[in-house]
């Protein structure tokens, strides 16, 4: 049987992938707006319990075409150790196709492009990247742990490997102050980076984060409904993307959009202004 610990967090597109918890928690763990694995501490699972874990679903479950490396932060583990669950998932599952994990800047950091280069021939195609924003201001409000010109560099670490990135930009995250800066800087990461796929979330301020703290002493003021669908104009207006599958599809989203760049950019632009607030 698999084994979870605690909630098990997987981007929207994994819904029917099999989720093994490779690592638990996130290493970095010091996003201001983040709740999901504050109630763990990172480590690395035993090979043993998730080949075990692996033959369990050979064994019990339908042919498996897509697997999701859990926790927050499985591309800090070993190159070794990822390696030798891949080869594991490519001979219990022989029309898998593709393994894909969140990947934090730390550990793009610390993965070599030789590293993704072999670990990507080995199935691990895709990672999804939460850049949040591209504003150096917000990054540091949000206690990132880089700026956009590292968030660039790594992320073409990751395009030099061939692996595709899934963005995510995190929409209202800078506050009132830095709306439109965080916009627009956001917009310039994003083309820069040239992302495969690109989602926009709405920032949720949960409790027990320093983010919440930050709203209720009002060192952060949260972005109205309208100014909310201004920073989302401005940020989409701004895009030039080459070839990148937008969504805005997750729960937290106001206007849900779906569309492909270059060609639909318009088209998605128009239906935002539709879904424009009624100013009261």
């Known amino acids: 049987m698999i084994s979870y610990e605690g909630n098990v967090f997987r981007p929207p597109s994994e819904a029917n992938s099999l989720i093994l918890q490779a690592t638990l928690g996130c290493s970095w763990n010091r996003c201001t707006f983040c709740s999901m694995y504050r109630d763990k501490k990172f480590r690395v699972r035993s090979l043993d319990d998730l080949k075990r874990e692996i033959q369990w679903a050979k064994d019990n479950i339908a042919p498996v075409r897509k697997v999701f490396l859990a926790d927050g932060d499985a591309l800090m583990a070993k190159a070794s150790f990822l390696e030798d669950i891949l080869d594991q998932l490519a001979d219990a599952f022989p029309h898998l196709q593709r393994v894909s994990v969140y990947a934090s800047p730390q550990s793009l950091q610390v993965r070599t492009v030789e590293e993704m280069t072999m670990l990507r021939e080995k199935g691990l195609r895709l990672y999804y990247v939460g850049l949040e924003s591209g504003d150096d201001a917000t990054l540091l409000q949000m206690d990132k742990g880089v700026d956009a010109k590292e968030w660039e560099r790594v992320a073409g670490k990751a395009h030099q490997a061939g692996v595709k990135l899934s963005a995510m930009i995190l929409l209202g995250v800078g506050g009132k102050a830095l709306s439109h800066q965080h916009a627009m800087h956001s917009a310039n990461l994003v083309n820069a980076i040239q ?47 080459h070839g990148t599958i937008f969504r805005s599809n997750h729960v937290s989203n106001r206007s849900v959009l779906a569309g492909n760049f270059p060609k639909d950019k318009e088209a998605l632009l128009s239906a935002l202004e539709d879904s424009r607030p009624q100013s009261t």
Not at 203 to 208: M, V
Request: hydrophobic residues 35%.
């Open 195 to 241: 992302p495969r796929f690109l989602s926009t979330l709405v920032t949720t301020p949960y409790p027990e984060t320093p983010l919440i703290q930050q709203v209720e002493t009002g060192e952060i003021s949260m972005l109205s409904e309208e100014e909310l669908h201004q920073e989302f104009t401005t940020f989409l207006g701004n895009l030039e993307l």
